[in-house]
Protein backbone atom coordinates (compact mmCIF):
# COMPACT_ATOMS: atom_id res chain seq x y z
CA UNK A 1 0.00 0.00 0.00
CA UNK A 2 1.49 3.50 -0.80
CA UNK A 3 1.92 5.78 2.05
CA UNK A 4 -0.55 8.36 1.10
CA UNK A 5 -3.05 5.72 0.39
CA UNK A 6 -3.04 4.64 3.91
CA UNK A 7 -3.21 7.86 5.01
CA UNK A 8 -6.50 8.12 2.61
CA UNK A 9 -8.02 4.69 4.09
CA UNK A 10 -7.86 6.14 7.77
CA UNK A 11 -9.62 9.59 6.72
CA UNK A 12 -12.27 7.62 4.50
CA UNK A 13 -13.09 5.08 7.21
CA UNK A 14 -13.13 7.40 9.79
CA UNK A 15 -15.48 9.51 7.64
CA UNK A 16 -17.45 7.11 6.93
CA UNK A 17 -18.06 6.08 10.57
CA UNK A 18 -18.92 9.66 11.92
CA UNK A 19 -20.47 11.90 10.36
CA UNK A 20 -18.33 14.90 12.24
CA UNK A 21 -15.60 13.68 11.02
CA UNK A 22 -14.79 16.62 7.95
CA UNK A 23 -11.56 18.28 6.57
CA UNK A 24 -10.53 21.21 5.58
CA UNK A 25 -7.62 22.46 3.85
CA UNK A 26 -6.32 23.96 0.61
CA UNK A 27 -6.92 22.12 -2.34
CA UNK A 28 -8.30 18.87 -0.21
CA UNK A 29 -11.40 18.83 -1.95
CA UNK A 30 -12.43 19.41 -6.04
CA UNK A 31 -8.20 18.85 -6.35
CA UNK A 32 -8.06 15.97 -4.25
CA UNK A 33 -5.19 17.42 -2.00
CA UNK A 34 -1.86 18.70 -3.08
CA UNK A 35 -0.40 15.07 -2.18
CA UNK A 36 -3.64 13.16 -3.20
CA UNK A 37 -4.47 12.15 0.21
CA UNK A 38 -8.02 13.39 0.21
CA UNK A 39 -8.32 12.24 -3.48
CA UNK A 40 -12.12 10.80 -3.73
CA UNK A 41 -13.23 12.20 -0.78
CA UNK A 42 -15.21 14.88 -2.15
CA UNK A 43 -16.67 13.52 -4.62
CA UNK A 44 -17.70 11.09 -1.67
CA UNK A 45 -18.83 12.95 1.37
CA UNK A 46 -19.41 16.23 -0.77
CA UNK A 47 -18.10 20.25 -0.13
CA UNK A 48 -20.19 19.95 3.36
CA UNK A 49 -17.52 17.63 4.92
CA UNK A 50 -14.89 18.00 2.49
CA UNK A 51 -13.75 21.89 2.44
CA UNK A 52 -11.37 23.77 0.30
CA UNK A 53 -10.30 26.57 1.98
CA UNK A 54 -8.71 29.79 0.77
CA UNK A 55 -4.69 29.86 0.95
CA UNK A 56 -5.23 30.92 5.09
CA UNK A 57 -3.59 29.01 7.40
CA UNK A 58 -4.62 31.17 10.41
CA UNK A 59 -8.27 30.69 9.75
CA UNK A 60 -7.91 27.08 8.38
CA UNK A 61 -6.74 26.11 11.84
CA UNK A 62 -9.03 28.65 13.54
CA UNK A 63 -11.55 27.70 11.61
CA UNK A 64 -11.14 24.07 12.52
CA UNK A 65 -10.91 25.08 16.53
CA UNK A 66 -14.54 26.76 16.42
CA UNK A 67 -15.74 23.29 14.49
CA UNK A 68 -14.34 21.41 16.84
CA UNK A 69 -15.96 23.89 19.99
CA UNK A 70 -19.11 22.92 17.83
CA UNK A 71 -18.91 19.64 17.79
CA UNK A 72 -17.06 18.16 15.05
CA UNK A 73 -13.94 16.22 14.47
CA UNK A 74 -12.23 18.40 12.05
CA UNK A 75 -8.71 17.25 10.10
CA UNK A 76 -6.98 20.24 9.19
CA UNK A 77 -4.34 20.00 6.10
CA UNK A 78 -1.45 22.13 5.64
CA UNK A 79 -0.59 22.12 2.60
CA UNK A 80 3.47 21.73 4.65
CA UNK A 81 4.65 22.32 8.28
CA UNK A 82 6.51 25.44 6.59
CA UNK A 83 2.74 27.64 6.05
CA UNK A 84 2.08 26.49 9.52
CA UNK A 85 3.74 28.80 11.24
CA UNK A 86 0.93 31.05 9.91
CA UNK A 87 -1.53 29.02 12.13
CA UNK A 88 0.90 28.97 15.37
CA UNK A 89 -1.13 31.25 17.43
CA UNK A 90 -3.94 29.21 16.37
CA UNK A 91 -2.26 26.18 17.11
CA UNK A 92 -0.49 27.47 20.44
CA UNK A 93 -2.76 29.91 21.67
CA UNK A 94 -6.01 28.13 21.17
CA UNK A 95 -5.78 24.48 20.47
CA UNK A 96 -3.15 23.89 22.99
CA UNK A 97 -4.37 25.67 25.59
CA UNK A 98 -8.34 26.46 25.63
CA UNK A 99 -8.62 22.85 27.87
CA UNK A 100 -6.47 24.16 30.64
CA UNK A 101 -7.45 28.29 31.21
CA UNK A 102 -10.97 26.78 31.24
CA UNK A 103 -10.11 24.59 33.81
CA UNK A 104 -11.47 21.32 31.85
CA UNK A 105 -14.00 22.67 30.52
CA UNK A 106 -13.50 22.91 26.59
CA UNK A 107 -12.74 19.97 24.42
CA UNK A 108 -10.67 20.49 20.99
CA UNK A 109 -10.83 17.24 19.27
CA UNK A 110 -8.77 18.59 16.29
CA UNK A 111 -6.17 16.38 13.96
CA UNK A 112 -3.76 19.02 12.09
CA UNK A 113 -2.49 17.16 9.22
CA UNK A 114 1.19 18.90 7.95
CA UNK A 115 3.73 17.06 5.54
CA UNK A 116 7.32 18.23 5.85
CA UNK A 117 11.14 17.83 5.74
CA UNK A 118 12.93 18.02 3.17
CA UNK A 119 12.24 16.89 -0.15
CA UNK A 120 13.78 17.62 -3.06
CA UNK A 121 15.10 20.70 -4.25
CA UNK A 122 12.00 22.75 -2.70
CA UNK A 123 14.05 25.44 -0.96
CA UNK A 124 14.29 27.70 2.30
CA UNK A 125 10.57 27.99 2.72
CA UNK A 126 9.41 24.47 1.75
CA UNK A 127 11.84 22.32 3.31
CA UNK A 128 11.78 22.62 7.04
CA UNK A 129 10.96 20.31 9.96
CA UNK A 130 8.94 21.73 12.84
CA UNK A 131 8.44 18.82 15.16
CA UNK A 132 11.04 20.36 18.09
CA UNK A 133 8.77 23.33 18.15
CA UNK A 134 4.99 22.00 18.41
CA UNK A 135 6.46 19.28 20.59
CA UNK A 136 7.67 21.83 22.80
CA UNK A 137 3.87 22.75 23.44
CA UNK A 138 1.92 21.61 26.76
CA UNK A 139 -1.57 20.44 25.67
CA UNK A 140 -0.39 18.88 22.12
CA UNK A 141 -0.03 15.79 21.23
CA UNK A 142 2.44 14.95 18.42
CA UNK A 143 2.31 12.41 16.05
CA UNK A 144 5.39 11.27 13.17
CA UNK A 145 4.59 9.08 10.88
CA UNK A 146 7.06 7.14 8.98
CA UNK A 147 4.99 4.25 7.56
CA UNK A 148 1.69 3.14 6.39
CA UNK A 149 0.66 0.75 8.79
CA UNK A 150 1.68 3.41 11.68
CA UNK A 151 -0.47 6.27 9.60
CA UNK A 152 -3.32 4.44 9.06
CA UNK A 153 -3.99 3.11 12.74
CA UNK A 154 -2.36 6.72 14.26
CA UNK A 155 -4.44 8.70 12.43
CA UNK A 156 -7.27 7.18 12.90
CA UNK A 157 -6.52 7.40 16.38
CA UNK A 158 -5.61 10.83 16.25
CA UNK A 159 -9.10 11.58 15.07
CA UNK A 160 -10.65 10.25 17.46
CA UNK A 161 -8.79 11.24 20.27
CA UNK A 162 -9.98 14.82 22.25
CA UNK A 163 -7.51 16.60 22.65
CA UNK A 164 -5.47 18.52 19.58
CA UNK A 165 -2.86 16.37 17.24
CA UNK A 166 -0.27 18.05 14.91
CA UNK A 167 0.09 14.64 12.89
CA UNK A 168 3.04 14.78 11.18
CA UNK A 169 4.14 13.45 7.68
CA UNK A 170 7.04 13.30 5.17
CA UNK A 171 6.95 14.82 1.79
CA UNK A 172 9.10 12.12 0.39
CA UNK A 173 7.34 9.23 2.04
CA UNK A 174 3.59 9.56 -0.14
CA UNK A 175 3.92 7.99 -3.45
CA UNK A 176 6.25 5.42 -1.20
CA UNK A 177 5.12 1.06 -1.41
CA UNK A 178 4.81 0.00 1.89
CA UNK A 179 4.06 -2.68 3.75
CA UNK A 180 0.74 -2.76 5.28
CA UNK A 181 -0.81 -4.34 8.65
CA UNK A 182 -4.15 -3.97 10.47
CA UNK A 183 -3.11 -4.17 14.18
CA UNK A 184 -5.97 -4.39 16.67
CA UNK A 185 -5.38 -2.39 19.86
CA UNK A 186 -3.09 -0.11 18.33
CA UNK A 187 -1.49 2.05 20.83
CA UNK A 188 -0.03 4.96 18.52
CA UNK A 189 1.63 6.58 21.59
CA UNK A 190 4.26 3.16 21.61
CA UNK A 191 7.98 3.55 19.94
CA UNK A 192 8.19 0.68 17.87
CA UNK A 193 11.69 -1.25 17.82
CA UNK A 194 11.91 -1.81 14.06
CA UNK A 195 15.44 -3.74 14.30
CA UNK A 196 16.24 -5.93 17.10
CA UNK A 197 20.08 -5.36 17.99
CA UNK A 198 22.42 -5.93 21.25
CA UNK A 199 25.38 -3.11 20.88
CA UNK A 200 24.16 0.38 19.62
CA UNK A 201 20.50 1.68 19.47
CA UNK A 202 19.44 4.21 17.00
CA UNK A 203 16.51 6.43 17.64
CA UNK A 204 14.94 8.18 14.95
CA UNK A 205 11.52 9.25 13.01
CA UNK A 206 10.09 9.92 9.60
CA UNK A 207 11.75 10.10 6.82
CA UNK A 208 15.36 9.20 8.35
CA UNK A 209 13.87 5.83 9.37
CA UNK A 210 14.55 4.24 5.84
CA UNK A 211 18.03 5.90 5.86
CA UNK A 212 19.23 4.71 9.00
CA UNK A 213 18.16 1.11 8.15
CA UNK A 214 19.89 1.90 4.83
CA UNK A 215 22.65 2.61 6.69
CA UNK A 216 22.32 -0.04 9.42
CA UNK A 217 24.28 -3.18 6.68
CA UNK A 218 27.47 -0.95 6.70
CA UNK A 219 27.74 -0.06 10.42
CA UNK A 220 27.00 -3.66 11.52
CA UNK A 221 29.89 -4.85 9.17
CA UNK A 222 32.43 -1.97 10.03
CA UNK A 223 32.26 -2.08 13.54
CA UNK A 224 31.35 -6.19 13.71
CA UNK A 225 28.23 -5.32 16.30
CA UNK A 226 24.46 -5.94 15.92
CA UNK A 227 22.31 -2.47 15.64
CA UNK A 228 18.89 -1.76 17.27
CA UNK A 229 17.10 1.01 15.82
CA UNK A 230 13.64 2.50 16.83
CA UNK A 231 11.07 4.41 15.37
CA UNK A 232 10.28 7.07 18.10
CA UNK A 233 6.22 7.45 16.18
CA UNK A 234 4.93 9.53 19.02
CA UNK A 235 7.16 12.62 19.86
CA UNK A 236 4.79 13.99 22.68
CA UNK A 237 4.48 11.68 24.62
CA UNK A 238 7.44 10.69 24.13
CA UNK A 239 7.42 6.37 24.73
CA UNK A 240 10.67 6.55 26.91
CA UNK A 241 10.21 3.27 28.49
CA UNK A 242 10.76 1.22 25.09
CA UNK A 243 13.95 3.92 25.01
CA UNK A 244 14.76 3.00 28.04
CA UNK A 245 14.42 -0.78 27.94
CA UNK A 246 16.94 -0.38 24.41
CA UNK A 247 19.46 1.33 26.27
CA UNK A 248 19.97 -0.38 29.12
CA UNK A 249 20.32 -3.23 27.10
CA UNK A 250 22.89 -1.49 24.09
CA UNK A 251 24.56 0.81 26.36
CA UNK A 252 25.26 2.97 23.60
CA UNK A 253 22.76 5.24 21.67
CA UNK A 254 22.70 7.66 18.69
CA UNK A 255 19.57 9.41 17.46
CA UNK A 256 19.57 10.48 13.70
CA UNK A 257 16.91 13.39 12.62
CA UNK A 258 16.46 15.66 9.57
CA UNK A 259 15.99 18.90 11.82
CA UNK A 260 18.73 21.37 12.28
CA UNK A 261 20.81 20.05 15.70
CA UNK A 262 20.36 23.41 17.28
CA UNK A 263 17.18 22.98 19.69
CA UNK A 264 16.16 20.26 17.15
CA UNK A 265 13.77 17.53 18.36
CA UNK A 266 16.40 15.18 19.15
CA UNK A 267 18.15 17.61 21.77
CA UNK A 268 15.09 16.86 24.23
CA UNK A 269 15.39 13.12 23.50
CA UNK A 270 19.29 13.03 24.81
CA UNK A 271 18.45 15.25 27.45
CA UNK A 272 15.85 12.85 28.67
CA UNK A 273 18.36 9.70 28.21
CA UNK A 274 21.14 12.07 29.83
CA UNK A 275 19.24 12.63 33.31
CA UNK A 276 17.36 9.15 33.16
CA UNK A 277 19.97 6.72 32.16
CA UNK A 278 23.17 8.54 32.20
CA UNK A 279 24.74 5.46 34.44
CA UNK A 280 23.49 2.98 31.83
CA UNK A 281 25.91 4.52 28.81
CA UNK A 282 29.18 3.13 28.03
CA UNK A 283 29.37 6.50 25.76
CA UNK A 284 28.55 9.35 25.23
CA UNK A 285 25.25 9.90 23.02
CA UNK A 286 25.53 11.30 19.30
CA UNK A 287 23.11 13.83 17.72
CA UNK A 288 23.29 13.49 13.66
CA UNK A 289 20.99 15.84 12.38
CA UNK A 290 20.61 18.24 10.10
CA UNK A 291 23.07 21.45 9.80
CA UNK A 292 22.41 25.13 11.14
CA UNK A 293 21.45 26.29 7.56
CA UNK A 294 18.27 27.28 5.94
CA UNK A 295 17.89 24.11 3.72
CA UNK A 296 19.34 25.34 -0.02
CA UNK A 297 18.07 24.75 -2.98
CA UNK A 298 21.02 23.15 -4.42
CA UNK A 299 20.48 19.38 -4.62
CA UNK A 300 24.67 19.18 -3.90
CA UNK A 301 24.16 21.47 -0.90
CA UNK A 302 20.64 20.33 -0.10
CA UNK A 303 21.85 16.70 0.55
CA UNK A 304 24.80 18.35 2.39
CA UNK A 305 22.22 20.15 4.91
CA UNK A 306 20.53 16.64 6.12
CA UNK A 307 21.78 13.41 6.99
CA UNK A 308 22.41 11.24 4.57
CA UNK A 309 22.96 7.01 4.62
CA UNK A 310 26.63 7.54 4.31
CA UNK A 311 26.82 10.65 6.90
CA UNK A 312 25.29 8.16 9.29
CA UNK A 313 28.09 5.46 8.75
CA UNK A 314 30.45 7.46 8.61
CA UNK A 315 30.00 9.41 11.57
CA UNK A 316 28.52 6.24 13.79
CA UNK A 317 31.78 4.77 12.75
CA UNK A 318 34.11 7.72 14.32
CA UNK A 319 32.09 8.30 17.07
CA UNK A 320 32.67 4.44 18.00
CA UNK A 321 36.23 4.46 17.11
CA UNK A 322 36.61 7.58 19.23
CA UNK A 323 34.66 5.85 22.34
CA UNK A 324 36.27 2.77 22.09
CA UNK A 325 33.26 0.51 20.75
CA UNK B 1 -39.76 50.86 24.68
CA UNK B 2 -41.17 48.11 26.67
CA UNK B 3 -41.26 48.43 30.58
CA UNK B 4 -40.07 44.80 32.06
CA UNK B 5 -37.32 45.10 28.82
CA UNK B 6 -36.16 48.14 30.26
CA UNK B 7 -35.97 46.92 33.70
CA UNK B 8 -33.86 43.52 32.90
CA UNK B 9 -31.48 46.53 30.93
CA UNK B 10 -31.20 48.40 33.76
CA UNK B 11 -30.82 45.27 36.17
CA UNK B 12 -27.94 43.87 33.76
CA UNK B 13 -25.89 46.76 33.13
CA UNK B 14 -26.23 48.22 37.03
CA UNK B 15 -25.16 45.06 38.23
CA UNK B 16 -22.02 44.76 35.85
CA UNK B 17 -20.82 48.44 36.37
CA UNK B 18 -20.55 47.69 40.17
CA UNK B 19 -19.17 44.36 39.41
CA UNK B 20 -16.75 46.27 37.54
CA UNK B 21 -16.24 48.73 40.45
CA UNK B 22 -16.06 46.03 43.28
CA UNK B 23 -13.35 44.70 40.82
CA UNK B 24 -11.33 47.33 40.76
CA UNK B 25 -11.20 47.71 44.55
CA UNK B 26 -10.59 44.46 44.91
CA UNK B 27 -7.84 44.69 42.86
CA UNK B 28 -6.45 47.38 44.42
CA UNK B 29 -6.75 46.05 47.39
CA UNK B 30 -4.71 43.10 46.27
CA UNK B 31 -7.04 39.94 45.96
CA UNK B 32 -7.47 40.00 41.80
CA UNK B 33 -4.28 40.35 40.10
CA UNK B 34 -2.64 39.95 36.24
CA UNK B 35 -4.47 42.32 33.54
CA UNK B 36 -8.07 43.22 34.71
CA UNK B 37 -10.12 45.03 31.79
CA UNK B 38 -13.15 46.72 32.88
CA UNK B 39 -16.05 47.64 31.06
CA UNK B 40 -17.13 50.55 32.59
CA UNK B 41 -18.97 52.84 30.10
CA UNK B 42 -19.59 49.60 27.35
CA UNK B 43 -22.45 48.24 29.65
CA UNK B 44 -24.62 48.68 26.50
CA UNK B 45 -22.92 46.45 24.37
CA UNK B 46 -22.44 43.57 26.60
CA UNK B 47 -26.33 43.99 27.68
CA UNK B 48 -27.77 44.59 24.98
CA UNK B 49 -25.91 42.23 22.55
CA UNK B 50 -26.88 39.23 25.15
CA UNK B 51 -30.44 40.06 25.43
CA UNK B 52 -30.58 40.16 21.75
CA UNK B 53 -28.77 37.33 21.37
CA UNK B 54 -29.96 34.96 23.17
CA UNK B 55 -29.52 31.41 21.67
CA UNK B 56 -26.20 30.27 19.79
CA UNK B 57 -22.95 30.21 20.30
CA UNK B 58 -20.58 33.54 22.01
CA UNK B 59 -17.24 34.07 21.16
CA UNK B 60 -15.40 37.04 22.88
CA UNK B 61 -12.65 39.31 23.73
CA UNK B 62 -10.91 39.89 27.06
CA UNK B 63 -13.44 42.95 28.14
CA UNK B 64 -16.05 40.09 28.92
CA UNK B 65 -17.19 40.12 33.15
CA UNK B 66 -20.14 42.26 32.10
CA UNK B 67 -20.56 39.99 28.57
CA UNK B 68 -20.67 36.92 30.70
CA UNK B 69 -23.30 38.10 33.72
CA UNK B 70 -25.83 39.51 30.61
CA UNK B 71 -24.83 35.98 29.37
CA UNK B 72 -26.28 34.51 32.52
CA UNK B 73 -22.99 33.50 34.44
CA UNK B 74 -23.18 34.06 38.13
CA UNK B 75 -21.16 36.81 39.33
CA UNK B 76 -20.05 35.01 42.12
CA UNK B 77 -18.29 32.60 39.88
CA UNK B 78 -16.60 35.15 37.87
CA UNK B 79 -15.60 37.03 41.01
CA UNK B 80 -14.15 33.78 42.03
CA UNK B 81 -12.39 33.20 38.77
CA UNK B 82 -10.83 36.66 38.99
CA UNK B 83 -9.44 35.93 42.75
CA UNK B 84 -8.18 32.91 41.17
CA UNK B 85 -10.01 30.37 43.43
CA UNK B 86 -11.17 26.83 42.60
CA UNK B 87 -15.15 27.97 42.55
CA UNK B 88 -13.84 30.08 39.78
CA UNK B 89 -15.77 29.45 36.44
CA UNK B 90 -12.59 28.14 34.80
CA UNK B 91 -11.38 26.72 38.39
CA UNK B 92 -8.83 29.75 38.92
CA UNK B 93 -6.73 28.78 36.07
CA UNK B 94 -7.91 31.42 33.73
CA UNK B 95 -8.57 34.50 35.34
CA UNK B 96 -10.31 37.86 34.26
CA UNK B 97 -9.80 37.30 30.63
CA UNK B 98 -10.46 33.53 30.17
CA UNK B 99 -14.26 32.96 31.11
CA UNK B 100 -15.70 29.83 29.24
CA UNK B 101 -18.72 27.87 29.77
CA UNK B 102 -19.93 25.70 27.17
CA UNK B 103 -23.17 25.08 28.57
CA UNK B 104 -23.74 28.76 28.25
CA UNK B 105 -22.84 28.44 24.93
CA UNK B 106 -20.38 30.82 26.34
CA UNK B 107 -16.51 30.45 24.69
CA UNK B 108 -14.96 33.40 25.90
CA UNK B 109 -12.14 35.35 26.59
CA UNK B 110 -9.69 35.46 24.28
CA UNK B 111 -6.83 37.41 24.83
CA UNK B 112 -5.18 37.42 21.45
CA UNK B 113 -6.80 40.17 19.48
CA UNK B 114 -8.82 38.70 16.78
CA UNK B 115 -7.82 35.48 17.43
CA UNK B 116 -11.61 34.78 18.52
CA UNK B 117 -12.67 35.56 14.98
CA UNK B 118 -11.56 32.67 13.01
CA UNK B 119 -12.46 30.03 15.88
CA UNK B 120 -15.95 31.87 15.75
CA UNK B 121 -16.46 31.62 11.87
CA UNK B 122 -15.42 28.25 12.42
CA UNK B 123 -18.00 27.31 14.73
CA UNK B 124 -20.37 29.24 12.53
CA UNK B 125 -19.79 26.89 9.30
CA UNK B 126 -20.42 23.74 11.78
CA UNK B 127 -23.87 25.51 12.61
CA UNK B 128 -24.70 26.22 9.43
CA UNK B 129 -24.21 22.31 8.01
CA UNK B 130 -26.05 20.97 11.38
CA UNK B 131 -29.25 23.47 10.46
CA UNK B 132 -28.65 25.32 13.42
CA UNK B 133 -29.23 28.88 11.70
CA UNK B 134 -29.20 30.91 15.92
CA UNK B 135 -25.51 31.11 14.80
CA UNK B 136 -22.66 32.92 16.10
CA UNK B 137 -22.27 35.75 18.06
CA UNK B 138 -18.62 37.23 17.89
CA UNK B 139 -17.33 40.49 19.84
CA UNK B 140 -14.66 42.49 19.34
CA UNK B 141 -12.84 46.05 19.75
CA UNK B 142 -11.57 48.55 17.21
CA UNK B 143 -8.45 47.35 17.67
CA UNK B 144 -9.33 44.18 16.27
CA UNK B 145 -10.08 45.04 13.05
CA UNK B 146 -6.67 46.23 11.74
CA UNK B 147 -5.52 42.15 11.83
CA UNK B 148 -5.43 39.40 9.55
CA UNK B 149 -7.92 37.68 11.20
CA UNK B 150 -10.36 39.94 11.43
CA UNK B 151 -9.86 40.19 7.44
CA UNK B 152 -9.94 36.52 6.87
CA UNK B 153 -13.21 35.82 8.51
CA UNK B 154 -14.80 38.35 6.79
CA UNK B 155 -13.76 36.82 3.82
CA UNK B 156 -14.80 33.14 4.79
CA UNK B 157 -17.60 34.12 6.28
CA UNK B 158 -18.68 36.49 3.58
CA UNK B 159 -17.72 33.35 0.58
CA UNK B 160 -19.70 30.48 2.47
CA UNK B 161 -22.73 32.59 4.03
CA UNK B 162 -22.07 31.95 7.61
CA UNK B 163 -24.59 32.78 10.12
CA UNK B 164 -22.62 35.05 12.39
CA UNK B 165 -22.97 38.62 13.36
CA UNK B 166 -19.77 40.33 13.74
CA UNK B 167 -20.21 43.24 16.56
CA UNK B 168 -17.50 45.77 16.90
CA UNK B 169 -17.37 47.88 19.93
CA UNK B 170 -15.67 50.64 19.04
CA UNK B 171 -14.14 52.70 21.83
CA UNK B 172 -11.70 54.37 19.75
CA UNK B 173 -8.21 53.56 21.50
CA UNK B 174 -6.63 50.10 21.18
CA UNK B 175 -4.87 50.17 24.83
CA UNK B 176 -3.05 54.11 23.86
CA UNK B 177 -3.38 53.87 20.63
CA UNK B 178 -6.34 56.41 18.41
CA UNK B 179 -7.56 53.94 16.26
CA UNK B 180 -7.66 56.57 13.31
CA UNK B 181 -3.40 56.90 13.69
CA UNK B 182 -3.77 53.25 12.31
CA UNK B 183 -6.80 52.98 10.23
CA UNK B 184 -7.76 55.14 7.26
CA UNK B 185 -11.23 55.95 8.53
CA UNK B 186 -12.59 55.62 12.19
CA UNK B 187 -16.05 54.67 11.16
CA UNK B 188 -15.19 51.11 11.19
CA UNK B 189 -18.03 49.31 9.31
CA UNK B 190 -16.64 50.94 6.38
CA UNK B 191 -14.09 47.66 6.74
CA UNK B 192 -16.57 45.13 6.34
CA UNK B 193 -19.49 46.60 3.94
CA UNK B 194 -18.40 44.95 0.78
CA UNK B 195 -18.45 41.51 2.64
CA UNK B 196 -22.13 41.77 4.18
CA UNK B 197 -24.84 44.57 5.68
CA UNK B 198 -22.68 46.69 8.11
CA UNK B 199 -23.39 49.06 10.13
CA UNK B 200 -23.23 51.50 12.43
CA UNK B 201 -24.98 52.19 15.67
CA UNK B 202 -24.34 54.04 19.39
CA UNK B 203 -22.95 51.73 21.50
CA UNK B 204 -23.91 53.73 24.62
CA UNK B 205 -27.55 53.45 23.96
CA UNK B 206 -28.83 49.79 25.23
CA UNK B 207 -32.38 49.97 23.17
CA UNK B 208 -30.18 50.77 20.19
CA UNK B 209 -27.64 47.71 20.63
CA UNK B 210 -30.54 45.45 21.53
CA UNK B 211 -32.67 46.50 18.10
CA UNK B 212 -29.71 46.21 16.07
CA UNK B 213 -28.57 42.71 16.98
CA UNK B 214 -32.20 41.55 16.53
CA UNK B 215 -32.49 42.81 13.00
CA UNK B 216 -28.97 41.23 12.82
CA UNK B 217 -30.11 37.47 14.33
CA UNK B 218 -32.88 37.88 11.63
CA UNK B 219 -30.77 38.38 8.74
CA UNK B 220 -28.79 35.34 9.90
CA UNK B 221 -31.12 32.57 10.79
CA UNK B 222 -32.68 34.03 7.30
CA UNK B 223 -29.82 32.30 6.01
CA UNK B 224 -28.96 35.53 4.21
CA UNK B 225 -25.28 35.20 5.57
CA UNK B 226 -23.36 37.21 7.67
CA UNK B 227 -23.98 40.68 9.36
CA UNK B 228 -21.58 43.53 10.51
CA UNK B 229 -22.57 45.93 13.45
CA UNK B 230 -19.78 48.43 14.60
CA UNK B 231 -21.27 49.88 17.96
CA UNK B 232 -19.65 53.80 19.33
CA UNK B 233 -18.68 53.75 22.91
CA UNK B 234 -16.03 54.44 25.52
CA UNK B 235 -14.51 52.85 28.37
CA UNK B 236 -14.14 55.30 31.02
CA UNK B 237 -11.33 53.43 32.65
CA UNK B 238 -7.59 52.38 31.04
CA UNK B 239 -7.21 49.76 29.27
CA UNK B 240 -6.41 47.69 31.92
CA UNK B 241 -5.61 48.43 35.52
CA UNK B 242 -2.13 48.81 34.48
CA UNK B 243 -3.31 51.95 32.39
CA UNK B 244 -4.26 55.37 33.66
CA UNK B 245 -5.97 56.34 30.24
CA UNK B 246 -4.97 59.73 30.47
CA UNK B 247 -3.71 59.95 26.69
CA UNK B 248 -7.30 60.72 26.12
CA UNK B 249 -8.93 64.38 27.29
CA UNK B 250 -11.64 65.31 29.59
CA UNK B 251 -13.61 66.98 27.25
CA UNK B 252 -13.95 63.93 25.32
CA UNK B 253 -14.56 61.52 28.14
CA UNK B 254 -17.45 64.30 29.66
CA UNK B 255 -18.75 64.05 26.28
CA UNK B 256 -19.42 60.62 26.61
CA UNK B 257 -19.84 60.45 30.32
CA UNK B 258 -22.85 62.40 29.17
CA UNK B 259 -24.17 59.54 27.07
CA UNK B 260 -23.99 57.33 29.93
CA UNK B 261 -25.83 54.46 29.09
CA UNK B 262 -27.15 53.43 32.81
CA UNK B 263 -28.22 56.80 33.95
CA UNK B 264 -29.44 57.49 30.16
CA UNK B 265 -31.21 54.62 30.50
CA UNK B 266 -32.71 55.64 33.62
CA UNK B 267 -33.57 59.21 32.63
CA UNK B 268 -35.90 58.16 29.38
CA UNK B 269 -37.46 55.69 31.29
CA UNK B 270 -38.86 57.85 34.37
CA UNK B 271 -39.57 60.51 31.65
CA UNK B 272 -41.73 58.45 29.58
CA UNK B 273 -43.20 57.27 32.67
CA UNK B 274 -42.72 53.41 31.59
CA UNK B 275 -40.61 52.14 35.02
CA UNK B 276 -41.95 53.01 38.73
CA UNK B 277 -39.12 55.56 40.53
CA UNK B 278 -38.98 52.84 43.27
CA UNK B 279 -37.86 50.34 40.70
CA UNK B 280 -34.25 51.72 40.43
CA UNK B 281 -33.39 51.96 44.32
CA UNK B 282 -34.81 48.20 44.79
CA UNK B 283 -32.55 47.44 41.84
CA UNK B 284 -29.38 49.03 43.42
CA UNK B 285 -29.89 47.80 46.74
CA UNK B 286 -30.34 44.60 45.24
CA UNK B 287 -27.34 45.17 42.92
CA UNK B 288 -25.46 45.55 46.19
CA UNK B 289 -26.23 42.56 47.97
CA UNK B 290 -25.22 40.78 45.27
CA UNK B 291 -21.95 42.05 44.45
CA UNK B 292 -21.43 41.98 48.09
CA UNK B 293 -22.45 38.36 48.15
CA UNK B 294 -19.72 37.78 45.04
CA UNK B 295 -16.87 39.15 46.95
CA UNK B 296 -17.83 37.20 49.93
CA UNK B 297 -17.77 34.34 48.06
CA UNK B 298 -14.97 34.53 46.14
CA UNK B 299 -12.73 35.62 48.91
CA UNK B 300 -14.38 32.33 50.91
CA UNK B 301 -13.65 30.18 48.72
CA UNK B 302 -10.57 28.01 48.66
CA UNK B 303 -7.08 28.21 46.40
CA UNK B 304 -6.72 24.99 43.91
CA UNK B 305 -4.92 22.32 44.76
CA UNK B 306 -1.58 22.21 43.93
CA UNK B 307 -2.44 18.73 41.88
CA UNK B 308 -4.33 20.94 39.98
CA UNK B 309 -1.35 21.96 38.12
CA UNK B 310 -1.24 18.91 36.02
CA UNK B 311 -5.25 18.61 35.42
CA UNK B 312 -6.35 19.42 32.44
CA UNK B 313 -3.61 19.77 30.04
CA UNK B 314 -5.35 16.53 28.22
CA UNK B 315 -8.11 14.72 28.10
CA UNK B 316 -8.54 11.78 30.66
CA UNK B 317 -7.78 9.15 28.48
CA UNK B 318 -4.43 10.94 27.15
CA UNK B 319 -3.61 12.06 30.59
CA UNK B 320 -3.04 8.38 30.88
CA UNK B 321 -0.15 7.55 28.68
CA UNK B 322 1.42 11.86 28.60
CA UNK B 323 4.23 12.14 30.99
Known amino acids: MLYREALNRAIDESMAADKSVVILGEDVGRYGGSYRVSEGLFAKYGPKRVIDTPIAELSIVGNAIGMAIAGLRPIAEIMTVNFSLLAMDQIVNHAAKFRYMSGGKMTIPLTIRMPGGVSRQLAAQHSESYETIYSAVPGLIVLAASNATYAYHALKAAIFLNDPVIFLEHELLYPMEMDFKEIENFDPFKAQVIKEGENLTILTYLKMRYDVLQAVPQIEKELGISVEVIDLNSLRPLDMKTISDSIKKTKRVVLVEEDHKTGGYGAEVIARISEQLFYELDAPPLRIAGEDVPIPYNRKLELASIPTPDKIVTQIVQWSQANGL | ?323
Not at chain 2, 20 to 46: P, R, T, V, W
Not at chain 2, 208 to 226: D, Q, R, S, T
Open chain 2, 1 to 323: MNSARVKTFYYLMKLGREFELAAKEQYMQGNIAGFLHLDIGQEACSVGTMQAFDKGDVFTHYREHVLAIARGMDPKLIMAELFGKVTGVSKGKGGSMHLFEPKLDFYGGDAIVAAHLPIATGCAYARKIEGEMAGVFAIFGDGATNAGAFFESLNIAAAWKLPIIFFCENNYYAIGTRIGWVSPFEELYHKARHYMPSTRINGMDVCEVYEAVMKAKEHIEEGLGPYFIEAETYRYEGHSMSDNGKYRSEEEMEIFKSRDPIENLKKEALKLGIVEPEYFEETNKKVAKEIQEAIEFAANSPEPDLSELYEDVYCKECTNVIP
